[in-house]
């Protein structure tokens, strides 16, 4: 059975760094695009980071770029974000998802894709 597990999310003060986790199960990761998603309460939900692993293009939303960085393991099947000098404004429930390659539209951007799987999501909170 296909399926992603997001993790690594916590509680961590302005300025401070974690880095999440997205493991891939049941597939194997160079074929597929992995995207991290954030919702915050009271928001929409956004792409964060979103990169294609035949290709290792990649995507960031502006107020981010700089400060995350998404890579990918393939000998541990898992995507990392390695977000660094977070923000209260970072705050949110994280969710990583996959989308196969066959799937994958060009006329959409890495992040505007119909993601098939998704992860619980884990929490990040940036607060003093």
């Known amino acids: 059975q296909l399926h992603v597990v997001d993790s690594g999310g916590s509680l961590v003060q302005p300025g401070g760094s974690l880095r999440l986790s997205c493991a891939a199960s049941?597939?194997?990761?160079?074929?597929?695009?992995i995207g991290w998603f954030r919702q915050a309460p009271g928001k929409e939900s956004e792409g964060v980071s979103c990169i294609r692993n035949w290709d290792g293009s990649a995507y960031y939303l502006d107020n981010v770029k700089g400060r995350f960085t998404i890579s990918s393991d393939n000998a541990k099947n898992t995507v990392y974000l390695q977000m660094n000098s977070l923000k209260p404004e970072d705050t949110g429930v994280y969710y990583c998802?996959?989308?196969?390659?066959?799937?994958?539209?060009?006329?959409?951007?890495?992040?505007?894709?119909?993601?098939?799987?998704w992860g619980q999501g884990t929490q990040v909170t940036v607060s003093s």
């Open positions: 049941g597939f194997t990761l160079g074929y597929y695009a």
């Open positions: 998802a996959a989308v196969f390659q066959i799937n994958y539209s060009n006329n959409l951007g890495v992040c505007g894709q119909a993601y098939d799987y």
